[in-house]
C-alpha cells in the first residue's frame, strides 16, 4: 500500500539553527500538509500545498517556517531559525483529492520528532 | 477552529463494541463527517467519513443522526490494539484541511 514517508525519523538541533524536514507524499496525490503536535497537545494545521503554491496556512506558520516542492516527489518544511517552542512532531500528509478514489482522505506520514535545544 | 465536541476519555471491554460520541452541532449542509484515530505519537489513521447516510467499512462504522448534528462511530469488536485517541472532524468538501480537535481516548482493557 503506497505511504506518505517522512525523514528524518528524529532530529535535535540548537536553538537558532535551521531545520528542514523531508516528506514524499503518495506519488499520485496533489495536495500536501503540514501538522504539528507538540507533546501531549492536539495535532496543528500548519499549511496545505497545492499546484506549487501556498493554499491555507495557519497562524502558527509565520516568517520563520516556509515549504517547498523542489522537484516532482519530495515536499520540505524549512524552520530558518528554530526556537524552544518548535519542539514537536512534524506530519505530513498528502490527498489525492479530484483523483478516481476522490475520499478527501489525508494520508499521513509517521512524523518527525524535532528537538530544539 | 474544531467545530466538534468529543468526550476525555473512555473505556471498552476486549471484544465488546466502541461506540464513540461526537457532537457537530453548528455543521453545514455540505460538511462532511471524518474519524481518524491515533496511536500512541503514530500519524493520524483515517478511519471513515460520511456526509449523512450511515457509513461502514472494514474498520468500522459511522451513524449520523438525521439533523446531522451529532454523530456514533462504531468499533464492533475492539481489540487491544484499537487502544488510541479518536478524532472526531468535520469539513468543508473537499479541499479544506482538517481541523484536529482534542479527540477521545479510547482504553480497549483485556
Known amino acids: 500500500e503506497p505511504e506518505v514517508t517522512q525523514t528524518p525519523s528524529h532530529q535535535v538541533t540548537q536553538m537558532g539553527q535551521e531545520v528542514i524536514l523531508r516528506c514524499v507524499p503518495i506519488?499520485?496525490?496533489?495536495?500536501f500538509y503540514w501538522y504539528r503536535q507538540i507533546l501531549g497537545q492536539k495535532v496543528e494545521f500548519l499549511v496545505s500545498?497545492?499546484?506549487?503554491?501556498?493554499?491555507?496556512k495557519s497562524e502558527i506558520f509565520d516568517d520563520q517556517f516556509s515549504v517547498e516542492r523542489p522537484d516532482g516527489s519530495n515536499f520540505t518544511l524549512k524552520i530558518r531559525s528554530t526556537k524552544l517552542e518548535d519542539s514537536a512532531m512534524y506530519f505530513c500528509?498528502?490527498?489525492?483529492?479530484?483523483?478516481?478514489?476522490?475520499?478527501?482522505?489525508?494520508?499521513f506520514g509517521e512524523g518527525s520528532r524535532l528537538t530544539v535545544l | 477552529d474544531a467545530k466538534t465536541t468529543q468526550p476525555t476519555s473512555m473505556d471498552c471491554a476486549e471484544g465488546r463494541a466502541a461506540n464513540l460520541p461526537c457532537n457537530h452541532s453548528?455543521?453545514?449542509?455540505?460538511?462532511?463527517v471524518y474519524w481518524y484515530r491515533q496511536i500512541h505519537s503514530q500519524g493520524p489513521q483515517y478511519i471513515i467519513h460520511?456526509?449523512?447516510n450511515n457509513e461502514t467499512n472494514e474498520m468500522a462504522s459511522l451513524i449520523i443522526t438525521e439533523d446531522r448534528k451529532s454523530s456514533t462511530l462504531i468499533l464492533p469488536h475492539a481489540t487491544l490494539r484499537d487502544t488510541a485517541v479518536y478524532y472526531c472532524?468535520?469539513?468543508?468538501?473537499?479541499?479544506?484541511?482538517?481541523?484536529f480537535g482534542t479527540g477521545t481516548s479510547l482504553t480497549v482493557i483485556p
Open positions: 472532524i468535520v469539513r468543508v468538501s473537499l479541499g479544506n484541511q482538517f481541523y
Open positions: 460520511g456526509l449523512k
Open positions: 506519488s499520485n496525490h496533489l495536495y
Open positions: 453548528t455543521i453545514s449542509g455540505n460538511e462532511y
Open positions: 500528509a498528502s490527498s489525492d483529492l479530484g483523483g478516481a478514489r476522490d475520499t478527501g482522505e489525508l494520508f
Open positions: 500545498f497545492y499546484n506549487n503554491e501556498i493554499s491555507e
